[in-house]
């Protein structure tokens, strides 16, 4: 297949990219390198792709429509991976436009594309945030998710109704994704395990938000990727059944929810400890209050995907974090 994989040089989608042209697809990265976080980890992560022959880059933004429809109309690509975003909960309470340029222009721009290219699939990334205050565990795509609680989740959770409405008023089979924590190799640097990992190899405290009450489900990358590519080739089918107007996650339109989640939610403290031993140091905890935008748990009801694609996330925690502090030393030198 022809894939076009938005978000090319970010985490997730620098995983994606090499898994789909190692199975032998044709893949489009399309990404603006951005400086929301160190953009020479981005180019590295292209480095790894960019000798394939089965690999082209464009370098542009998501809300430039006329660089996107370039990109349709050159590559015409048989299926969509939208992983592009303007990432981070906290980031959004700083600078919440870029989260509607990026999330919500961005998005509509793929919708459209998709739509006029006639794409035979659409899969985008959504998130565990837009579960928002819901105190019920685990989450499940049959909840409702009507309180967000940053803009970042209410931008994740707008992207699934506007692809519903695609799918409906269009026929555009899109299958939304709530990912769960994704941490690994060349992982984001703005994320907790990077973070910690960085001040413990520096004999520096670490921030532990909640006073490390918090739970969260991490979720290793190899199991997303795996998720992310058992659900591309099942593009959802529209079907007359009026009992799936009850489901939040189905519709009688070609659309789907799933979470990809490691079902196994970690008590924050204990990640930290994993991490410790993995590195083989110590470090100092400074508990602090939780902060405005989290919620205090995370932990995904996987069975909807287990059902439809015969797949659930299973890397123990213990084995991501190794396979994590060995790439991360090897990457830094330290």
């Not at 976080?37 to 792709?49: G, T």
């Not at 994704?177 to 973070?195: A, E, H, K, N």
């Not at 290793?220 to 089918?237: A, F, K, Q, T």
């Given at each position: 297949?022809?894939?076009?994989?938005?978000?090319?040089?970010?985490?997730?989608?620098?995983?994606?990219?090499?898994?789909?042209?190692?199975?032998?697809?044709?893949?489009?990265?399309?990404?603006?390198?951005?400086?929301?976080?160190?953009?020479?980890?981005?180019?590295d992560r292209l480095l790894h792709l960019v000798p394939s022959d089965g690999f082209r880059f464009v370098?542009?933004?998501?809300?430039?429509?006329?660089?996107?429809?370039?990109?349709?109309?050159?590559?015409?690509?048989?299926?969509?991976?939208?992983?592009?975003?303007?990432?981070?909960?906290?980031?959004?309470?700083?600078?919440?436009?870029?989260?509607?340029?990026?999330?919500?222009?961005?998005?509509?721009?793929?919708?459209?594309?998709?739509?006029?290219?006639?794409?035979?699939?659409?899969?985008?990334?959504?998130?565990?945030?837009?579960?928002?205050?819901?105190?019920?565990?685990?989450?499940?795509?049959?909840?409702?998710?009507?309180?967000?609680?940053?803009?970042?989740?209410?931008?994740?959770?707008?992207?699934?109704?506007?692809?519903?409405?695609?799918?409906?008023?269009?026929?555009?089979?899109?299958?939304?994704?709530?990912?769960?924590?994704?941490?690994?190799?060349?992982?984001?640097?703005?994320?907790?395990?990077?973070?910690?990992?960085?001040?413990?190899?520096?004999?520096?405290?670490?921030?532990?938000?909640?006073?490390?009450?918090?739970?969260?489900?991490?979720?290793?990358?190899?199991?997303?990727?795996?998720?992310?590519?058992?659900?591309?080739?099942?593009?959802?089918?529209?079907?007359?059944?009026?009992?799936?107007?009850?489901?939040?996650?189905?519709?009688?339109?070609?659309?789907?929810?799933?979470?990809?989640?490691?079902?196994?939610?970690?008590?924050?403290?204990?990640?930290?400890?994993?991490?410790?031993?993995?590195?083989?140091?110590?470090?100092e905890r400074r508990l602090l209050p939780m902060q405005p935008g989290d919620v205090p748990d995370t932990y995904a009801d996987v069975e909807a995907l287990r059902r439809d694609t015969g797949f659930?996330?299973?890397?123990?925690?213990?084995?991501?974090?190794?396979?994590?502090?060995?790439?991360?030393?090897?990457?830094?030198?330290?």
């Amino acid at each position: 297949m022809r894939v076009l994989v938005t978000g090319a040089a970010g985490f997730i989608g620098a995983h994606l990219a090499r898994r789909l042209i190692e199975r032998g697809d044709e893949v489009l990265g399309y990404d603006d390198l951005n400086a929301y976080y160190d953009p020479q980890l981005k180019r590295d992560r292209l480095l790894h792709l960019v000798p394939s022959d089965g690999f082209r880059f464009v370098e542009a933004k998501l809300e430039d429509r006329e660089a996107l429809e370039r990109a349709f109309a050159d590559f015409r690509p048989d299926r969509v991976v939208n992983l592009a975003a303007q990432a981070g909960v906290r980031y959004s309470l700083e600078n919440p436009r870029a989260y509607v340029d990026s999330n919500l222009v961005g998005f509509i721009n793929i919708l459209e594309a998709c739509r006029h290219a006639g794409v035979e699939h659409l899969v985008y990334a959504s998130s565990s945030s837009v579960y928002g205050a819901n105190r019920r565990l685990p989450f499940s795509v049959e909840d409702p998710v009507d309180h967000p609680v940053s803009l970042y989740a209410a931008t994740k959770k707008a992207n699934e109704l506007m692809a519903h409405t695609y799918s409906h008023l269009y026929g555009l089979p899109t299958t939304g994704l709530r990912f769960f924590t994704v941490y690994g190799p060349w992982g984001r640097p703005d994320m907790s395990p990077f973070l910690f990992a960085r001040r413990i190899l520096a004999g520096e405290p670490i921030d532990v938000f909640n006073r490390g009450r918090h739970s969260r489900d991490f979720t290793y990358i190899d199991d997303i990727v795996e998720g992310v590519v058992r659900v591309l080739g099942r593009p959802p089918v529209g079907r007359d059944d009026s009992s799936l107007l009850a489901s939040p996650a189905t519709s009688t339109a070609p659309y789907r929810v799933y979470n990809i989640g490691s079902h196994q939610p970690v008590e924050l403290l204990r990640f930290v400890e994993v991490l410790e031993d993995c590195i083989g140091r110590r470090v100092e905890r400074r508990l602090l209050p939780m902060q405005p935008g989290d919620v205090p748990d995370t932990y995904a009801d996987v069975e909807a995907l287990r059902r439809d694609t015969g797949f659930a996330p299973s890397t123990p925690i213990e084995d991501g974090v190794a396979r994590f502090v060995a790439w991360y030393r090897g990457y830094y030198g330290v």
